[in-house]
């Protein structure tokens, strides 16, 4: 065989796995951007061949509800609202209770829809219905103030109580307030107390400053400076703006073996918390 028939050969060869080459590609290309099409073309192809959307397209609303967050958070996709509000929706068709709060809580925010308050309580009612301590709270806020029904202070401490007894933070703090200043029930400064304790427990440095205030005028508990201190300090270690000076006003106030009792309570706490 001459050089020039194997020079042929050998092109032709080249030829053919290349073209071959070229057209399995193509039909790749096409096949996932079919796939895309299928569904919206605007959003990550990704997504399409992850597990979690067959499941999803099944029927699974656990599925449903955490690919809707997904495209919410843009976690792994390009984010799309609409696309989180269809998978929410789904979930919601089968008694999801937390795709309901999540979606309510886009109806109350307007993201990918417009704002609509009524919505967001039929939807909160709903979880809350199936004791989801969220709703119950986010239910709580809609009757203050007015969101979606009228205002309604009792029940909004009806459902912060809710939330509360179940030890949902925000719902002692904001319960404490509903106490403080007599809305929907009559001012109780022990049950102030009471509800900022539990919030103060649980960290929240703003319930923490409000609770040694209280403990350092006597009020809704026995006047007790050394609490007051070890409160003020654990605010002040939160980012509570006015516990320190609190706090230096207070020692200023103290004697000499309160103040040593009080630091070294504070020393104790550091210790077990770490």
Same mark, same amino acid.
């Given at each position: 065989?001459?050089?020039?028939?194997?020079?042929?050969?050998?092109?032709?060869?080249?030829?053919?796995?290349?073209?071959?080459?070229?057209?399995?590609?193509?039909?790749?290309?096409?096949?996932?951007?079919?796939?895309?099409?299928?569904?919206?073309? $605007?959003?990550?192809?990704?997504?399409?061949?992850?597990?979690?959307?067959?499941?999803?397209?099944?029927?699974?609303?656990? &599925? !449903?509800?955490?690919?809707?967050?997904?495209?919410?958070?843009?976690?792994?996709?390009?984010?799309?609202?609409?696309?989180?509000?269809?998978?929410y929706k789904k979930?919601?068709?089968?008694?999801? +209770?937390?795709?309901?709060?999540?979606?309510?809580?886009?109806?109350?925010? *307007?993201?990918?829809?417009?704002?609509?308050?009524?919505?967001?309580?039929? %939807?909160?009612?709903?979880?809350?219905?199936? +004791?989801?301590?969220?709703?119950?709270?986010?239910?709580? $806020?809609?009757?203050?103030?007015?969101?979606?029904?009228?205002i309604d202070m009792?029940? #909004?401490?009806?459902?912060?109580?809710?939330?509360?007894?179940?030890?949902?933070?925000?719902?002692?703090?904001? @319960?404490?307030?509903?106490?403080?200043?007599?809305?929907?029930?009559?001012?109780?400064?022990?049950?102030? #107390?009471?509800?900022?304790?539990?919030?103060?427990? !649980?960290?929240?440095?703003? &319930?923490?400053?409000? @609770?040694?205030? =209280?403990?350092?005028? *006597?009020?809704?508990?026995?006047?007790?400076?050394?609490?007051?201190?070890?409160?003020?300090?654990?605010?002040?270690?939160?980012?509570?703006? $006015?516990?320190?000076?609190? %706090?230096?006003?207070?020692? =200023? $106030?103290?004697?000499?073996?309160?103040?040593?009792?009080?630091?070294?309570?504070?020393?104790?706490?550091?210790?077990? #918390?770490?």
């Open positions: 065989m001459s050089d020039k028939t194997v020079q042929k050969s050998t092109s032709l060869v080249v030829f053919i796995i290349t073209a071959t080459l070229m057209i399995f590609l193509s039909m790749a290309f096409m096949s996932s951007s079919y796939a895309a099409s299928s569904f919206d073309q $605007n959003d990550s192809n990704s997504i399409f061949f992850d597990p979690l959307y067959k499941l999803a397209k099944d029927g699974d609303a656990r &599925a !449903q509800f955490v690919l809707a967050r997904k495209f919410k958070d843009g976690d792994g996709v390009r984010r799309s609202y609409t696309q989180a509000i269809y998978w979930a919601v068709e089968l008694d999801f +209770g937390p795709a309901m709060i999540d979606l309510g809580q886009m109806y109350t925010n *307007g993201h990918g829809v417009e704002v609509n308050f009524k919505e967001a309580v039929k %939807l909160f009612s709903a979880a809350a219905d199936q +004791g989801m301590v969220t709703a119950a709270f986010n239910l709580g $806020n809609m009757y203050r103030l007015g969101h979606g029904v009228k009792p029940k #909004a401490v009806e459902y912060y109580l809710k939330a509360a007894e179940k030890g949902f933070l925000k719902a002692q703090y904001n @319960l404490a307030l509903m106490y403080l200043y007599g809305q929907g029930v009559k001012p109780d400064e022990k049950q102030v #107390a009471h509800w900022y304790t539990k919030a103060a427990e !649980q960290g929240y440095a703003p &319930a923490q400053f409000y @609770l040694a205030n =209280m403990y350092e005028e *006597g009020r809704g508990v026995e006047k007790n400076l050394i609490d007051a201190y070890r409160w003020y300090a654990l605010a002040a270690e939160g980012g509570e703006s $006015n516990a320190y000076e609190s %706090l230096q006003l207070l020692s =200023m $106030n103290m004697k000499a073996d309160e103040l040593a009792e009080a630091k070294k309570r504070v020393s104790e706490n550091n210790v077990a #918390a770490q």
